[in-house]
């Protein structure tokens, strides 16, 4: 979807660097998510954020850090690199409410060595 | 642990065929279960969704069937094409949730033409 964009599309790092995953929106969306998807594991919840001044750990936190610079922008770091992070990373977003749908942007392919 | 289990992980089907992929939940206070459609290179999105008010949902060659008491869900798709050959993976939320998501473990459904 183009109006939920993230960068980079592919990155290879190497055990120990720190990386930013970026997202952004145009969707004018509050709240915004990011997630890892493993194969056989499905998509699992990293952070979530439901406003620039909210944001809340998923349920695999740990080894990454999240920044909400703006409404639009929702940004991953990992702090320290480490192979089992290897996955494709997705940014979503929402508008406020229950049961709203969830728009994905199109992936981050991320390999640790 | 995993709260919504979905399956089977693959799936192949002839054009034409019906595609039938089951999800099981544990949580009774789930009561949104969406299902996502997720094609190579691309983020998921939403293909259809469902309130515990009613057993079932269609759009189109999609339905969505749902037992309340069984506590499961699954998605039919009927007069399977090799267009609809994608990663499929439902999904539930809860009010307390807001709108996160719990996701299964995803299904590559593969329709041979």
């Known amino acids: 979807d183009a109006d939920v964009t993230q960068t980079p599309r592919n990155r290879i790092t190497k055990t120990g660097k720190r990386i930013m995953l970026e997202c952004s929106q145009t969707?004018?969306?509050?709240?915004m998510y990011w997630y890892r998807q493993d194969p056989g594991l499905g998509l699992r919840l990293i952070y979530y954020?439901?406003?620039?001044?909210?944001?809340n750990k998923g349920e695999i936190s740990d080894g990454y850090s999240v920044s909400r610079q703006a409404q639009a922008k929702f940004s991953l770091s990992l702090e320290s690199a480490i192979p089992n992070q290897t996955a494709l990373y997705f940014c979503?977003?929402?508008?406020?409410?229950?049961?709203?749908?969830?728009?994905f942007g199109p992936g981050t392919r991320l390999l640790v060595l | 642990q995993q709260q919504v289990k979905q399956s089977p992980q693959s799936l192949i089907v002839q054009k034409g065929g019906i595609s039938i992929i089951n999800c099981a939940y544990e949580?009774?206070?789930?009561?949104?279960f969406p299902w996502y459609q997720q094609f190579p290179g691309k983020g998921p999105a939403l293909l259809i969704a469902i309130r515990p008010d009613v057993s079932e949902k269609k759009e189109g060659r999609f339905t969505i069937s749902f037992n309340k008491s069984a506590k499961q869900f699954s998605l039919h798709i009927m007069d399977s094409q090799p267009g609809d050959s994608a990663t499929y993976f439902c999904a539930a939320s809860s009010k307390t949730s807001g709108s996160r998501l719990t996701f299964g473990e995803g299904t590559q459904l593969t329709v041979n033409p």
């Open positions: 954020s439901f406003d620039v001044k909210d944001i």
């Open positions: 969707k004018g969306h509050d709240r």
């Open positions: 979503a977003t929402s508008s406020s409410g229950r049961g709203e749908t969830q728009y």
């Open positions: 949580n009774t206070a789930f009561d949104y």
